[in-house]
C-alpha cells in the first residue's frame, strides 16, 4: 500500500512558477513509476508528466514541454513538478499518481492516487 499526499498548489499569476510536491509513504517508493495529472471542471483527467521508478527517463504533455519538470528523491519519497510560466490553462486540479508497471500516460494504469492540490492561474 502506498499514500500519497501532493502539497505546494495555490493561486499564481499567469507567468509565474509553483513546485508541486508528492510525499509517499512505504518503503518502496523507488519501485514506482511517479506520474502527475490534472483535471479541470468538466474535462477528463489529463496526464501532464511521468518520471519511471529510478528517474532516468521522464515524459511530458507536449504543452506543458519546457515550461514544467518533474523529478524525484527516491531518499525523501518525494516526487516534485516545477511548474514555470504558468498560463491560465494550466489551472486545474493536480494528483500525483504512482504504479508500478504503466502506461504513463494512461491514468488507468497507476495503482495509487493522492488527493490532489488545487493550481489557479489568474491572467
Known amino acids: 500500500q502506498v499514500q500519497l499526499v501532493e502539497s505546494g498548489g495555490g493561486l499564481v499569476q499567469a507567468g509565474g512558477s509553483l513546485r508541486l510536491s508528492c510525499a509517499a509513504s512505504?518503503?518502496?517508493?523507488?519501485?514506482?513509476?511517479m506520474g502527475w495529472f490534472r483535471q479541470a471542471p468538466g474535462m477528463e483527467r489529463e496526464f501532464v508528466a511521468a518520471?519511471?521508478?529510478?528517474?532516468?527517463?521522464?515524459y511530458y504533455l507536449d504543452s506543458v514541454k519546457g515550461r514544467f519538470t518533474i523529478s524525484r528523491d527516491n531518499a525523501k519519497n518525494t516526487v516534485y513538478l516545477q511548474m514555470n510560466s504558468l498560463k491560465p490553462e494550466d489551472t486545474a486540479v493536480y494528483y500525483c499518481?504512482?504504479?508500478?508497471?504503466?502506461?504513463?500516460?494512461?491514468?488507468?494504469?497507476?495503482?495509487?492516487w493522492g488527493q490532489g492540490t488545487q493550481v489557479t492561474v489568474s491572467s
Open positions: 499518481a504512482a504504479g508500478r508497471t504503466v502506461n504513463v500516460r494512461a491514468p488507468g494504469t497507476y495503482d495509487y
Open positions: 512505504g518503503r518502496t517508493f523507488n519501485n514506482y513509476a
Open positions: 518520471i519511471t521508478s529510478n528517474g532516468g527517463r521522464t
